[in-house]
Nanobody
Framework: QVQLVESGGGSVQSEGSLRLTCSASGSAYLRRRMAWFRQYPEKEPEGVASVDIAGLTKYADSVKDRATISLDDAETTMTLIMGSLKPEDTAVYYC?????????????????WGQGTQVTVSS
């Protein structure tokens, strides 16, 4: 089993930045790749950024020029830093993990999910 706990959400001004952290525990084998997703009201979660234990990353086009995802050496903390925030970045952000290798932004690629953290960007 894997446990994921997000932190760092809150209210941010437009053009500001955010730092989201996902603390992971449980089987290291089951969280060889991790990702951030975000969900708008009445929409399915969409992939934002993904990283695997080899350090490979993948970003959604909407954030690729302003976001950085990282995984610490202990592979227990995943961080998303995103700048130039826009009101359309307002969403609930979820941390996800899976045993698969290679980063992916597909929801089907993740078995374990955190509870989510709200990010609100005001103009």
């Amino acid at each position: 089993q894997v446990q994921l706990v997000e932190s760092g959400g809150g209210s941010v001004q437009s053009e500001g930045s955010l730092r989201l952290t996902c603390s992971a525990s449980g089987s290291a084998y089951l969280r060889r790749r991790m990702a951030w997703f975000r969900q708008y009201p009445e929409k399915e979660p969409e992939g934002v950024a993904s990283v695997d234990i080899a350090g490979l990353t993948k970003y959604a086009d909407s954030v690729k020029d302003r976001a950085t995802i990282s995984l610490d050496d202990a592979e227990t903390t995943m961080t998303l830093i995103m700048g130039s925030l826009k009101p359309e970045d307002t969403a609930v952000y979820y941390c996800a993990a899976d045993h698969g290798l290679s980063p992916t932004l597909s929801r089907d690629g993740y078995q374990y999910w955190g509870q989510g953290t709200q990010v609100t960007v005001s103009s």
